[in-house]
């Protein structure tokens, strides 16, 4: 199954040293509608069956995001915790 959303993010960024390249955070949401979603099967009998539905999905979603980074490392969290109907 694959599920298309166009998503749109918001990110807040706070920066610690402001005179050098290290140390930032960076906090957000993302809203997301679902565009396109389809199931692809194939069996011996069948062949290749393709289905375009919404399967029940909720068609708006809101995941959380943060960002960080001390140094030359970089730290993203990316997380769905619950769709929003």
């Known amino acids: 199954m694959a599920a ?3 998503t749109v993010p918001v990110m807040i960024n706070f920066n610690f ?3 050098l390249r290290e140390g930032f955070a960076s906090r957000g949401i993302s809203a ?3 565009y396109s979603s ?3 099967t194939i069996s011996g009998l ?3 069956h393709k ?3 919404d399967f029940d999905l909720n068609p708006w979603r809101f995941p959380g995001l943060q960002k960080r980074s001390w140094a030359l490392l970089f730290f993203t969290v ?3 915790k619950k769709y929003v109907q």
């Open 51 to 53: 289905t375009f539905d």
């Open 78 to 80: 990316h997380g769905d």
């Open 46 to 48: 069948y062949g290749k």
């Open 32 to 34: 997301g509608y679902l």
């Open 17 to 19: 040293t402001p005179n």
């Open 38 to 40: 389809r199931q692809k």
């Open 4 to 6: 298309d959303y166009v």
